[in-house]
């Protein structure tokens, strides 16, 4: 009764493992398919339409407020001064700390 037990479960075994075989085969053809349609669809060229230019009557444009093109601050050319020198002790340092870098490198060799 043994033996016949276990060749039941040993072919139910089987026909489950081909029928998963089966559907990961189907998918796996599904998804070529779906790719090359995909590249396909991509490789065609289709048509462009005609371009249409439409001229759109603008106003002239109006000139700025004084109140918006003068400082509102009168500070911020000072500041702007300060930011400025700031920078430039930023990039001495910087290129400073580069050169030392280079010639520590070459004493290294």
Same mark, same amino acid.
Request: proline letters at 7%; glycine letters at 2%.
């Given at each position: 009764?043994?033996?016949?037990?276990?060749?039941?479960?040993?072919?139910? #075994?089987?026909?489950?493992?081909?029928?998963?075989?089966?559907?990961?085969?189907?998918?796996?053809?599904?998804?070529?398919?779906?790719?090359?349609?995909?590249?396909?669809?991509?490789?065609?060229?289709?048509?462009?339409?005609e371009k249409v230019?439409?001229?759109?009557?603008?106003?002239?444009?109006?000139?700025?407020?004084?109140?918006?093109?003068?400082?509102?601050?009168?500070?911020?050319?000072?500041?702007? #001064?300060?930011?400025?020198?700031?920078?430039?002790?930023?990039?001495?340092?910087?290129?400073?700390? #580069?050169?030392?870098?280079?010639?520590?490198?070459?004493?290294?060799?």
């Amino acid at each position: 009764m043994k033996v016949i037990q276990r060749s039941q479960t040993s072919s139910r #075994q089987n026909s489950t493992s081909s029928l998963e075989h089966c559907l990961n085969v189907i998918r796996l053809l599904l998804l070529v398919a779906l790719f090359a349609l995909m590249l396909a669809g991509c490789a065609t060229s289709s048509p462009q339409p005609e371009k249409v230019f439409v001229s759109v009557p603008c106003p002239e444009p109006q000139p700025l407020p004084q109140t918006i093109t003068e400082s509102s601050l009168p500070d911020a050319s000072a500041y702007s #001064q300060k930011v400025s020198s700031w920078l430039a002790r930023v990039r001495s340092f910087l290129s400073e700390l #580069q050169q030392t870098r280079m010639q520590s490198a070459q004493g290294d060799f």
